[in-house]
């Protein structure tokens, strides 16, 4: 399984955005990459998955280069309720369907 | 939007007691699983069910856990003789297939051994 790494923790101001980036050196040919989002106590909520170049949705986008040895999830103008831990989870496609968490970055909104 | 339910939200128990910790997938959803989550470490993959059976499990999943889908929209975790060290988070998540779809959670039973 392709090991990923992102920063600990990150701060932001409210209406600024927020790139976090995360690195998975091992990547293989059929890998997906996804980014969850999670409160305190609660589980953590899908945001969004790609697999190479650029994803847009209504949350997030995700920036995958050519090599896609690394990601950068980019959160636009957050707010205070964007503060959560965000994980990044590199899914492979060929042993099944679990996830393996990371330690994740905990993104700090400041007003 | 449709959502993963689990209940009880909050379930304390005595050492050695037995618990099962409930969960409603999302109705069309074909996959389901569960993850815990001790306070302050990482989310921890537990065990995932398709088509009525196992279809994987991690090295935290030993004989004192056992999962089933009791009546076609349940799905339920079972801890035998709950040790101090099950104290944690437990979520469950449905999905309707495999990579190409994210995972719904739940919002957790909050788990505490005393």
């Known amino acids: 399984l392709a090991k990923t790494t992102q920063p600990i923790s990150m701060d932001s101001y409210e209406g600024q955005e927020v790139n976090i980036t995360c690195s998975h050196n091992n990547i293989a040919t059929n890998d997906y990459i996804t980014w969850y989002q999670q409160f305190p106590s609660q589980g953590p909520r899908f945001i969004i998955q790609?697999?190479?170049t650029k994803v847009t949705n209504e949350v997030a986008s995700l920036f995958i280069p050519a090599d896609r040895k690394s990601s950068t999830l980019s959160l636009p103008r957050v707010s205070l309720s964007d503060t959560a831990v965000y994980y990044c989870l590199v899914v492979p496609s060929n042993t099944g369907n679990q996830f393996y968490f990371g330690t994740g970055t905990s993104l700090t909104v400041i007003p | 939007e449709p959502e993963v339910t689990q209940t009880p939200s909050h379930q304390v128990t005595q050492m050695g007691q037995e618990v099962i910790l409930r969960c409603v997938p999302i109705?069309?959803?074909?996959?389901f699983y569960w993850y815990r989550q001790i306070l302050g470490q990482k989310v921890e993959f537990l065990v995932s069910?398709?088509?009525?059976?196992?279809?994987?499990k991690s090295e935290i999943f030993d004989d004192q856990f056992s999962v089933e889908r009791p009546d076609g929209s349940n799905f339920t975790l079972k801890i035998r003789s709950t040790k101090l060290e099950d104290s944690a988070m437990y979520f469950c998540?449905?999905?309707?297939?495999?990579?190409?779809?994210?995972?719904?959670f739940g919002s957790g039973t909050r788990l505490t051994v005393v």
């Open positions: 790609g697999y190479k």
């Open positions: 109705s069309n959803h074909l996959y």
């Open positions: 069910f398709y088509n009525n059976e196992i279809s994987e």
């Open positions: 998540a449905s999905s309707v297939g495999t990579v190409n779809y994210g995972y719904t």
